[in-house]
């Protein structure tokens, strides 16, 4: 039986830079059967340099292969951008409970995303571009600083085939963005109350988006954010990561608002 918490090389296949700090790297499978769920992340680590989460920023689909998309912000990450093609990283998982994929079948989905809280909901978006018929309407409402900081660019034209993808920049250096904070991007379009919300972003970003979400009537049951806590043990015992009753490596990094809105210390900053 395979143990859970076995750390596997996996050979870097390939590194894009996608801002000025951030790339995505694909990555050989740890090993055979290697599947996730979006929302999932693996620990990744480096022997010198420590170990951290990264979310899976790849197609669930993919059987051969899969993406980590990392921002280079300290010890581990900086010396990740360090490696190239042929780089070996320790990883070990999948953990974490997901975004109820599953229940979105059929339905239609908004996704809002600020920032960096791109990478872990694009294996939905991959999905629904592979599978155009699995998912009713997948609205995206993303905003970031400007047209520099936006994630994964190369790809917006296959996305938008299946996706009304909206962008909100808040300093555009063009005129082809709407420009303000993603919030601003509810006023310009209506989304059917019915979706099921899946959020990922920085903390300040979720007490706004809360608000208009629930002012157009969704159901807390049905919105789905992914915290993202400093972690230390990843296995519940420490309490790093404690958010209320929770945990965040342990019973989420995926919660809807219904299990969390009791609880305000989430929305403090990391
Ligand atoms: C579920 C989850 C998913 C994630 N997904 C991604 C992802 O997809 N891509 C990505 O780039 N990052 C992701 N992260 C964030 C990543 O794990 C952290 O940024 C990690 O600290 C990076 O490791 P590092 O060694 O490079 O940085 P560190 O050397 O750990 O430093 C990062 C920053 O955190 C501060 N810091 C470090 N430890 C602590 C602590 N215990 N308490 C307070 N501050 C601290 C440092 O001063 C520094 O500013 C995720 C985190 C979680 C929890
Ligand atoms: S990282 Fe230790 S309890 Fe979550």
């Known amino acids: 039986m395979r143990n859970d918490y076995q750390t596997y090389n996996c050979k870097?296949?390939?590194?894009e830079k996608e801002t000025a700090d951030s790339s995505t790297f694909t990555l050989?499978?740890?090993?055979k059967g290697f599947n996730f769920v979006c929302g999932q992340y693996v620990m990744v680590s480096l022997p010198g340099f420590g170990e951290a989460a990264i979310s899976i920023s790849s197609d669930m689909n993919d059987r051969k292969a899969f993406q980590l998309t990392v921002r280079e912000v300290g010890v581990l990450t900086s010396a990740m951008h360090n490696l190239k093609k042929g780089g070996i990283l320790g990883v070990r998982g999948p953990y974490?409970?997901?975004?109820?994929v599953s229940q979105a079948k059929g339905r239609n989905i908004l996704i809002v995303v600020g920032g960096c809280g791109?990478?872990?909901?694009?294996p939905v978006i991959l999905d629904a571009v592979k599978n155009p018929q699995k998912y009713k309407k997948v609205y995206i409402f993303y905003g970031s600083k400007n047209e520099d900081t936006l994630f994964f660019k190369r790809e917006y034209s296959r996305w938008r085939k299946v996706c009304d993808l909206n962008i909100a920049l808040e300093k555009p250096k063009t005129k082809k963005f709407n420009k303000g904070m993603v919030t601003a991007l509810f006023d310009l379009k209506n989304i059917p109350s019915d979706a099921i919300a899946y959020i990922c972003g920085p903390p300040i970003m979720y007490k706004f988006v809360i608000e208009?979400?629930?002012k157009q009537g969704f159901d807390p049951n049905k919105i789905f954010m992914s915290l993202e806590r400093h972690m230390d043990c990843g296995l519940g015992v420490c309490q790093h990561c404690a958010v209320g009753p929770y945990y965040v490596c342990k019973d989420g990094p995926v919660f809807s608002y219904e299990e969390l809105k009791n609880f305000k210390t989430w929305l403090s900053p990391i």
């Open 12 to 15: 870097i296949l390939k590194v």
């Open 28 to 31: 050989s499978l740890p090993y």
């Open 96 to 100: 974490g409970r997901s975004f109820p």
């Open 118 to 122: 791109i990478p872990p909901i694009r």
């Open 212 to 214: 208009k979400i629930l």
